[in-house]
C-alpha cells in the first residue's frame, strides 16, 4: 500500500490537472486500471467531475460508453465513505472491446466524494437522479467534442445499467444500449431489497419506449439474486426490447465469458 499511497499523494498533488482526492478503494481501482493500461483524466459534468478511463480502438464513427454498477454505498448497514466499487469487472469488459472505449464514472466516486459538491445521497437515494444524469450526459457530450465521434454506444452493469436506459433516452447521439444484471425497474428493486430508498432517482421503467433507431441488448443472470431477472422482463419489453437470461450466470459471474459475442451482436 505504500506505493499506492505515494501514487496518491501525486494525484492530489496535481490537483488542478487530475482533480480529487483518493480513498483506499479509489487508489486500488486506479492500479487496477494502470494493470490494464488505460488512460485516466478528469472530465467536466453539469455539477460534478467524472474521473474517466479511455482506450483506443478500431472505429471512426462510435464511443463505446462503459458504466459502473452501485459499487458500495453501503457498509455494514451505514453510508460508505467511498463506493467506489471494489471489482473492477467493467474495467475488464472495457478492455475486451475492440471499439474505442471510455469508463465514464459516476459522481462522487473514484475518489471525488473528497472534492465538494458530493453528500452521500448521491451514492444513495439520488444515485439515478436528475443531477446525476445531468452530469453523466454533459460528460459524455463533452467527451464527443473531445474525440470527435457522432455516436455513442452504453454500456452498463447492475445500476449503471439504469443510468445508460435513463441516458440513452436523452442523447440523440445513442445508436446501441447494453445493459448487465440491470436494475431496470426501480421500483420493484426497491420492494425487493427492503432497505434502499431511491426516493430521489428516476426510474427507467416509467420512461417511454427508446427509440426504434437505439439497438438494445438487456441481459440478467439465472442465478443473480441481486437484480432478479423475474423482477426485471417487465421493464426491459416496456422499452421495448427483451430480457436475455443467461443460465449459470449471476450478478457479477460469468460475463467476460460471453463478452466478445455480446459485443459482436451490438455492432450489428
Request: glycine share 8%; hydrophobic share 45%; with cysteine.
Amino acid at each position: 500500500m505504500k506505493g499506492l499511497s505515494i501514487k496518491c499523494m501525486a494525484i492530489v498533488a496535481m490537483g488542478a490537472i487530475l482533480g480529487g482526492g483518493c480513498t483506499r478503494a479509489a487508489e486500488e481501482f486506479a492500479r487496477q486500471a494502470d494493470l490494464l493500461h488505460l488512460r485516466r483524466e478528469i472530465v467536466d459534468g453539469s455539477g460534478f467531475q467524472h474521473v474517466v478511463y479511455s482506450k483506443p480502438g478500431n472505429s471512426a464513427n462510435t464511443l463505446h460508453v462503459y458504466i459502473d454498477g452501485d459499487g458500495t454505498p453501503w457498509i455494514a448497514g451505514r453510508p460508505a465513505d467511498d463506493p467506489t466499487p471494489r471489482n473492477p469487472m467493467m474495467l475488464r469488459l472495457m478492455k475486451l472491446d475492440p471499439a474505442p472505449a471510455v469508463y465514464l464514472g459516476r459522481p462522487c466516486y473514484h475518489g471525488m466524494q473528497s472534492m465538494g459538491a458530493c453528500p452521500n445521497r448521491f451514492w444513495l437515494s439520488h444515485r439515478y437522479g436528475e443531477a446525476v444524469v445531468a452530469s453523466l450526459s454533459a460528460a459524455i457530450k463533452q467527451l464527443l467534442r473531445q474525440r470527435n465521434y457522432r455516436n455513442i454506444a452504453l454500456f452498463g452493469h447492475s445500476g449503471g445499467g439504469a443510468l445508460a436506459v435513463l441516458l440513452a433516452s436523452r442523447l440523440a447521439e445513442t445508436v446501441a444500449v447494453v445493459t448487465v444484471a440491470a436494475n431496470l425497474d426501480l421500483e420493484a428493486w426497491a420492494v425487493y431489497t427492503a432497505s434502499d430508498d431511491l426516493k430521489g432517482s428516476l426510474n427507467p421503467a416509467a420512461l417511454a419506449p427508446l427509440a426504434p433507431s437505439i439497438r438494445q441488448y438487456h441481459f440478467a443472470g439465472a442465478e443473480d439474486d441481486v437484480v432478479p431477472p423475474v423482477l426485471m422482463a417487465n421493464a426491459a419489453r416496456r422499452l421495448g426490447s427483451r430480457l436475455t437470461v443467461i443460465e449459470n450466470f449471476d450478478h457479477a459471474c460469468c460475463w467476460e465469458r460471453l463478452w466478445t459475442s455480446i459485443l459482436a451482436d451490438a455492432a450489428e
